[in-house]
């Protein structure tokens, strides 16, 4: 699996936008960007994925530059309940194997 | 919508006690993860099944065993707990077969051996 940066920390106002960037300047063209979010003392819960087009579900916005050697997540109404650590991952879309999650961005909503 | 439950958020137990960990998930999953996660060290996988009676080893099975014996429940065993196994357990599933492999994860199960 590709490896990630994320910058450690962010903070965003409630209701804004959450913008959250990842780059994985070395993925495969069979890996997948995957990004799952960990509220504190709780199992990680998944969030989106996709491959080149950008994608969007009822949590959140993923959009991936053309050369996919960066990703945004966006929570697009940012709501206290959305303090949690982010992990973006690259891995391909049918292994079967464990998940390795790096350190994460921390992200704290401001009232 | 994906559930991967898990039978307890919190345990303690006592050292050399046998530990019962469950999971079970509703989606008619495949694959089924144990991990534990510690601070600094991440996510470590301990086994996975990725059928019914089969099992394989992950990257730090020793001092556990897995049981599957229905395809929906998945159970890690401490056979004799020990300190350096306090942690918290996360139980994974997934789809399987040729299609997609997100991993949906339980709420965890935060384990104190004294």
């Known amino acids: 699996d590709a490896k990630t940066t994320q910058p450690p920390s962010m903070d965003c106002a409630e209701g804004r936008a959450a913008n959250l960037p990842c780059n994985h300047s070395t993925i495969s063209g069979n890996e997948y960007v995957y990004w799952y979010r960990q509220i504190h003392s709780q199992g990680p819960q998944y969030i989106i994925h996709g491959l080149k087009n950008n994608e969007t579900n009822e949590m959140a916005s993923l959009i991936i530059t053309e050369d996919r050697k960066s990703s945004t997540l966006i929570l697009p109404h940012a709501t206290l309940r959305d303090t949690a650590v982010y992990y973006c991952i690259v891995r391909v879309y049918s292994s079967a194997s464990k998940i390795i999650f790096g350190s994460g961005t921390r992200l704290s909503i401001r009232p | 919508d994906v559930k991967v439950t898990q039978s307890s958020r919190y345990l303690v137990k006592r050292t050399g006690e046998k530990v019962f960990l469950e999971c079970v998930q509703d989606m008619d999953h495949e694959n089924m993860f144990w991990y534990r996660q510690d601070p600094g060290l991440g996510l470590r996988l301990i086994y996975f099944?990725?059928?019914?009676?089969?099992?394989e080893k992950g990257d730090i099975p020793e001092g556990y065993s897995v049981s599957r014996e229905k395809k929906e429940r998945f159970s890690l065993i401490l056979e004799s707990a020990s300190t350096n196994q306090t942690s918290m357990y996360l139980c994974a599933s997934s789809l399987g077969g040729t299609s997609q492999e997100t991993q949906y994860f339980g709420p965890g199960t935060r384990l104190l051996v004294l």
């Open positions: 099944s990725y059928d019914v009676k089969m099992k």
